[in-house]
């Protein structure tokens, strides 16, 4: 079983930045792959980010992202901490919406509860 805590979410101007964490309660968290999507009012949950695990050297850490966050998102991840970023600059209203993390594994996918990103004018 693994448990995802997503924080970092919040209230910001638009233009503004945010980075969201995402805490995995796993010690298998090296070879998970993970990833961010995110779900505005009224829509799909959508994919943001994705990062690969570090099963590895070739493959860790290689990263896709929508076409709405490439040029203003980042995704990272810290093995030593099992938790996975995402930095996110230049916000526009249409980033709003709540923010999940999501871990792949052999035995499943799993999500996180969501961080609330709400973005203002």
């Known amino acids: 079983q693994v448990q995802l805590v997503e924080s970092g979410g919040g209230l910001v101007q638009a233009g503004g930045s945010l980075r969201l964490s995402c805490a995995a309660s796993?010690?298998?968290?090296?070879?998970?792959?993970m990833g961010w999507y995110r779900q505005a009012p009224g829509k799909e949950r959508e994919l943001v980010a994705t990062?690969?695990?570090?099963?590895?050297?070739?493959?860790?850490?290689?990263?896709n992202y929508a076409d709405f966050a490439k040029g203003r998102f980042t995704i990272s991840r810290d093995n030593a901490k099992n938790t996975v970023y995402l930095q996110m600059h230049t916000l526009v209203l249409e980033d709003t919406g709540v923010y999940y993390c999501?871990?792949?594994?052999?035995?499943?996918?799993?999500w996180g509860q969501g961080t609330q990103v709400t973005v203002s004018s």
């Open positions: 990062i690969t695990s570090g099963v590895t050297v070739t493959s860790e850490g290689r990263t």
């Open positions: 999501k871990a792949t594994t052999l035995g499943g996918d799993y």
């Open positions: 796993s010690t298998i968290f090296r070879i998970m792959n």
